[in-house]
């Protein structure tokens, strides 16, 4: 069924296998949404989602994670992405997990990504974008400051949706939706702590050239904070509705342990399911 209302996947690389598990369980009960907003890997999420690609991710990243084509640290010596996010997109023939792009054009659910605006370092949207512009957006929303390069859009360099706008729920404010269901993939008190020094002086650094960009990354811990603190009151009071991992399986960004990878992702599908009955309800009051 098609509800009048947004989903809203945060980021967090390898943490978006929690993501997966939720909007997997999400396809196997038929629940869709008018709107589906991503950003990082919320965004890699959402695309899955919107084709209907049931377990997709998760099959690449446990199949293909020591795959050095997909991911690699050496990939740096040869001036290219650690995080090669053409290899989600690429044919890789008829017995792989090809992303269904017709699919996802035929989806009744509109599908928006975040990516950072490098030049201004303000959020960016992009809106039911098709081809080579929904993988180039698709990279720039994943595209980590230090580890990647920033990706040229339709709006300019761009990198890391969540450096601008970690959850972006404004965006369906935005589009004019009252009911919001939020996806995180952090535990429901998790806080940034301060941007430490060392890294302030990176961002100033490697961003000299464009210094709104570095201020943005060095102030998203509060603005991050700021952003948890809204949707744990809104998802208190059931004006929203909130999925977050507790007693989370604890993953690194680029984590390797794939049994890990697989937990997590069980763990998003068993708290799916547990709060389903829940959900249809705020959905359908």
């Known amino acids: ?29 038929h629940i869709e949404f008018k709107s589906v907003i991503g950003v990082s890997a919320g965004a890699l999420c959402g695309a899955q989602y919107v084709s209907k690609q049931y377990g997709r991710i998760v099959r690449v990243n446990t199949n293909y994670r ?13 001036r290219k992405d650690i995080l090669n996010l053409d290899f989600l997109f690429e044919d890789h023939g008829w017995d792989w997990n090809n992303f269904d792009e017709r699919a ?13 605006q490098v030049s201004s370092g303000r959020r960016v949207t992009f809106t039911d974008p098709t081809g080579t512009e929904l993988v180039n957006d698709l990279k720039a929303s994943c595209s980590m400051p230090f580890l990647m390069e920033p990706q040229v859009t339709s709006k300019g360099e761009c990198l890391d949706g969540g450096v601008a706008d970690s959850i972006p729920y404004d965006v369906a404010k935005e589009q004019g939706y009252k009911k919001i269901v939020v996806v995180r993939t952090r535990p429901h008190d998790y806080h940034k702590k301060p941007t430490p020094k060392l890294l302030q002086q990176m961002y100033r650094h490697t961003f000299k050239e464009s210094p709104r960009f570095a201020e943005t990354g060095i102030k998203r811990p509060e603005m991050y904070n700021q952003q948890v603190d809204v949707v744990n009151e809104k998802a208190a009071t059931s004006e929203w509705f909130k999925f977050s991992p507790e007693n989370m399986v604890k993953v690194g960004r680029l984590e390797k342990n794939t049994d890990k990878l697989k937990a997590l992702y069980h763990q ?18």
């Open 1 to 29: 069924m098609l509800y009048d209302a947004a989903l809203v996947l945060e980021g967090g690389a390898m943490r978006g296998q929690y993501s997966t598990g939720i909007t997997d369980t999400l396809l196997a009960h």
């Open 66 to 78: 020591k795959d050095k084509e997909y991911i690699s640290l050496l990939h740096m010596l040869k």
């Open 104 to 116: 996802y054009e035929r989806s009744s659910s509109s599908f928006t990504i975040v990516a950072t």
């Open 268 to 285: 998003g599908q068993q708290q799916a399911e547990e709060l389903l009955p829940m959900l249809q309800d705020y959905l359908t009051k």
